[in-house]
């Protein structure tokens, strides 16, 4: 049987802010700790980031079966060799994780640059290990590039000194304490 079906990307992630939303509002109306004001728009904040990241790495999610299933093995959509195809394609990678490094230390308390970037390569790492199941499970077209790693993880690191520079001037640092749940870590 020959077929191809896709997944939209709303009819995953919209039911997924929806979920986001009510537990957001339960959570507020509860008097819970750390959602209320700021801390409840920058958790607001990182999970449209974290949408936004997702509609651009994982959907729209075509579902191949048949003479249209992708034919190719799995292990010819790894890309393991670094800069081997580095271009500029890898800049929008770089500009995908910027704001995960500058979120990642507003939300988790006493996370500096070290692990801030290991949160990134880790996050970046399991994007491109969904993709490399989506290939095996659905037969789509995405690969698995290590420069993709590389990238998203220098996105990461740039996040973070964005995050410290702005942490030193008074005005900025004082809003950013406001927002966030998590106690300064400067």
């Known amino acids: 049987m020959t077929f191809q079906t896709q997944i939209p990307t709303a009819a995953v992630l919209g039911p997924a802010l929806a979920v986001f939303t009510a537990v957001a509002l339960v959570r507020r109306r509860g008097g819970a700790p750390g959602w209320r004001g700021g801390p409840l728009a920058?958790?607001?904040v990182t999970a449209l980031y974290a949408t936004a990241v997702a509609s651009l790495?994982?959907?729209p999610l075509w579902i191949y079966g048949g003479d249209y299933r992708n034919q190719v093995p799995w292990t010819g959509q790894i890309?393991?060799?670094p800069f081997l195809t580095a271009d500029f394609s890898m800049v929008p990678n770089v500009i995908m994780f910027v704001p995960l490094g500058f979120l990642l230390p507003l939300l988790l308390s006493g996370i500096g640059r070290g692990r801030t970037v290991v949160l990134c390569a880790v996050v970046s790492l399991g994007i491109e290990i969904?993709?490399?199941l989506q290939y095996i499970a659905f037969g789509n077209?995405?690969?698995v590039d290590v420069n993709d790693l590389i990238a998203n993880t220098l996105g990461g690191l740039l996040g973070y000194a964005v995050l410290r520079a702005a942490q030193r001037s008074a005005a900025t640092r004082t809003v950013l304490e406001r927002t966030s749940p998590a106690p300064s870590t400067v």
């Open 42 to 44: 920058l958790r607001a």
């Open 57 to 59: 790495t994982f959907f």
């Open 79 to 81: 890309q393991p060799i």
């Open 130 to 132: 969904v993709q490399l």
């Open 141 to 143: 077209g995405r690969s």
